[in-house]
């Protein structure tokens, strides 16, 4: 399942761009739409919620905008 695969990605980790991955997914298999971020702020991190942060309330307005 795409996932778990994202989970347990390290590629980034691997490369020496992060020192720690901490991918954060949400969502089913069945939804329509596919969100990617890069590098998760540290709300994000935090609470473990993808786009909990600022930047999350800015998309979530683009997204409303856009229908």
């Known amino acids: 399942m795409l996932q778990q695969r994202i989970l347990a990605c390290r590629l980034c980790q691997e490369r020496g761009y992060i020192q720690q991955a901490q991918p954060i997914v949400s969502g089913r298999a069945s939804d329509r739409v596919l969100v990617i971020g ?3 702020g540290h709300r994000s ?3 473990g919620v993808p ?4 930047g999350g309330g ?3 307005k683009w997204l409303e905008q856009a229908g």
Do not use: D
């Open 51 to 54: 786009f909990s942060g600022p």
């Open 38 to 40: 890069q590098a998760p």
């Open 45 to 47: 991190v935090t609470k």
């Open 58 to 60: 800015i998309l979530q």
